[in-house]
């Protein structure tokens, strides 16, 4: 296994589109997190999966974003009707649950609202 | 509310000692983490301090007191490759892990 994937690993899309992202976890990892980081700035908890379940949401997250992880694998998170402040890197990480401190991250998708 | 502490950047000579504190305002705390960020990368976990005390992992080390809500790492014979972003994170209740605003750490030669 060679860690958390991310897909796609850039995204430019127009004001008012939709977007999705994907994650995909180190195989044997039951949670699952969602982040985002702007420049100069840490990572911004989004939102957390235990296996198929969304535990915790952030309540800056608006009603435009959606978060998936039907089966307890991949995850998608969906952005609707972008908006430029949406301009960030998106991050996922995964951990497993016997050492749920130790967060694994994925190299991020870079999303450039226009 | 939760908020984190953190100097924003520091500078120092290749065989160096750095030490990077951080001291944060939240409920509900159980524990505090470090990660590393090259530009461009992924952060990376250093270390999780939960009790008291010095955790030390090779060159690294994290401190927690939970009584003075203050922790810090220290990155001794500094190289080269540790110009990086370092970010102290805690962990509160419900499995929720908030970011400081990170710590540019420059190793000049």
């Known amino acids: 296994d060679t860690g958390v994937s991310q897909d796609p690993r850039h995204k430019i899309t127009k004001r008012g589109q939709n977007v999705t992202f994907r994650c995909d976890p180190i195989s044997e990892h039951n949670r699952l997190y969602w982040y985002r980081q702007t420049l100069g700035q840490g990572p911004e908890f989004l939102t957390y999966?235990?296996?198929?379940?969304?535990?915790?949401k952030s309540r800056l997250l608006s009603d435009r974003f959606s978060a998936e992880r039907p089966k307890g694998s991949f995850s998608t998170l969906e952005i609707q009707r972008t908006e430029q402040g949406d301009s960030a890197m998106y991050l996922c990480?995964?951990?497993?649950?016997?050492?749920?401190?130790?967060?694994?991250f994925g190299p991020g998708t870079r999303l450039l609202v226009l | 509310g939760q908020s984190l502490e953190q100097p924003s950047e520091v500078t120092a000579v290749e065989g160096a000692i750095v030490q990077i504190n951080c001291t944060y305002q939240?409920?509900?705390?159980?524990?505090l983490s470090w990660y590393q960020q090259h530009d461009g990368g992924a952060p990376t976990f250093l270390s999780y301090n939960a009790l008291d005390g010095l955790e030390e992992t090779g060159r690294f080390s994290s401190f927690l007191s939970r009584s003075d809500s203050y922790g810090y790492l220290l990155l001794q014979e500094l190289q080269m490759k540790d110009s990086a972003s370092y970010f102290c994170a805690v962990w509160v209740v419900g499995n929720k892990l908030t970011f400081g605003g990170g710590t540019r750490v420059l190793v000049k030669p």
């Open positions: 990480a995964s951990s497993f649950y016997r050492d749920k401190e130790t967060q694994y």
């Open positions: 999966f235990q296996n198929e379940a969304q535990l915790e």
């Open positions: 939240t409920s509900g705390f159980y524990g």
